[in-house]
């Protein structure tokens, strides 16, 4: 619920929007129809695809991951943790943050300090609690790091 206003108001804000969602019937033009590009296919391999002539995102690249699942976040998080994104978001509880970071760890030897890029949990701490109101607190938060980059 919160990929619709975030794409919508990132759009607003004159970023390239692409949506990716492994479900057709979640990544379709009707929900997104002001996106730049709208993916329905697997995580890892439509990442893959995206990037430019396979090399890696580049640092004009924010990432947010707003995933139903933790395993889908490990996914994605594998694929584009050592690129130089400026900004890779992941949505979540407190538990399920920890839980993909433990997992991470655990399975793949990812060191806890590569994981400290990862904004999580997402946005800026205003009391948001409809979709809307998350969006624009993550929106926030890409714009301040944007912003503030040196």
Same mark, same amino acid.
């Given at each position: 619920?919160?990929?619709?206003?975030?794409?919508?108001?990132?759009?607003?804000?004159?970023?390239?929007?692409? /949506? $990716? &969602? #492994?479900?057709?019937?979640?990544?379709?033009?009707?929900?997104?129809?002001?996106?730049?590009q709208v993916i329905a296919g697997p995580f890892a391999a439509e990442l893959r695809r995206l990037r430019p002539q396979n090399g890696p995102f580049d640092p004009q690249t924010y990432l947010v991951l707003v995933t139903r699942g933790h395993q889908?976040?490990?996914?994605?998080?594998?694929? /584009? $943790? &050592? #690129?130089?994104?400026?900004y890779i978001g992941?949505?979540?509880?407190?538990?399920?943050?920890?839980?993909?970071y433990?997992?991470?760890?655990?399975?793949?030897?990812?060191?806890?300090?590569?994981?400290?890029?990862?904004?999580a949990p997402i946005g800026l701490p205003i009391g948001a609690r409809t979709p809307a109101e998350i969006a624009v607190c993550i929106m926030g938060e890409i714009i301040q790091v944007k912003n503030m980059r040196g």
């Open positions: 619920h919160i990929a619709e206003p975030l794409a919508a108001i990132a759009r607003l804000c004159d970023f390239t929007v692409t /949506v $990716l &969602d #492994d479900r057709a019937e979640y990544a379709n033009r009707r929900r997104f129809p002001t996106a730049d889908y976040d490990v996914e994605c998080l594998l694929e /584009v $943790l &050592d #690129d130089p994104l400026a992941m949505i979540g509880s407190k538990r399920r943050i920890r839980a993909v433990e997992l991470l760890e655990r399975e793949r030897g990812i060191p806890r300090a590569k994981l400290q890029r990862v904004h």
